[in-house]
């Protein structure tokens, strides 16, 4: 069974930094892409980066050199470190996993968003200002 953990969520300051972990199980971790997406109060969920765990190929949809994924073979997670918090950071934060990702590298991360097969439930995170 494919299980997706978020951890790390919480309060923080604006201004201060945040990892966010994804530990998974139950598939083969090189065989998936996973992406990390938030949800802000009152908005739809939105993708914010994916890495391809084949390669450790990485996406973002704007950096803002704020955003690093990363992931760890061996613990089978994947995380998200978000630097210099904003308020508008708040939101709960959900990772997502698919072992079908396809496409060029112009349509790579488009693909990841709108294909995650597998949730998990998420961790919220509350950025104080």
């Known amino acids: 069974e494919v299980q997706l953990a978020e951890s790390g969520g919480g309060l923080v300051q604006a201004g201060g930094s945040l990892r966010l972990s994804c530990a998974t199980s139950g598939f083969t971790f090189e065989d998936y892409a996973i992406g990390w997406f938030r949800q802000a109060p009152g908005k739809e969920r939105e993708g914010v980066t994916c890495?391809?765990?084949?390669?450790?190929?990485t996406y973002y949809s704007n950096r803002e050199g704020r955003l690093t994924i990363s992931k760890d073979n061996a613990k089978k997670t994947v995380y998200l470190q978000i630097d210099r918090l904003k308020p508008e950071d708040t939101a709960v934060y959900y990772c997502?996993?698919?072992?079908?990702?396809?496409?060029?590298?112009?349509?790579?991360?488009?693909?990841?968003?709108?294909?995650?097969?597998?949730w998990g439930k998420g961790a919220l995170v509350t950025v104080s200002s």
């Open positions: 997502g996993a698919d072992p079908l990702i396809s496409g060029d590298p112009s349509t790579w991360l488009a693909n990841c968003y709108s294909g995650m097969k597998y």
């Open positions: 890495i391809k765990n084949r390669d450790g190929s």
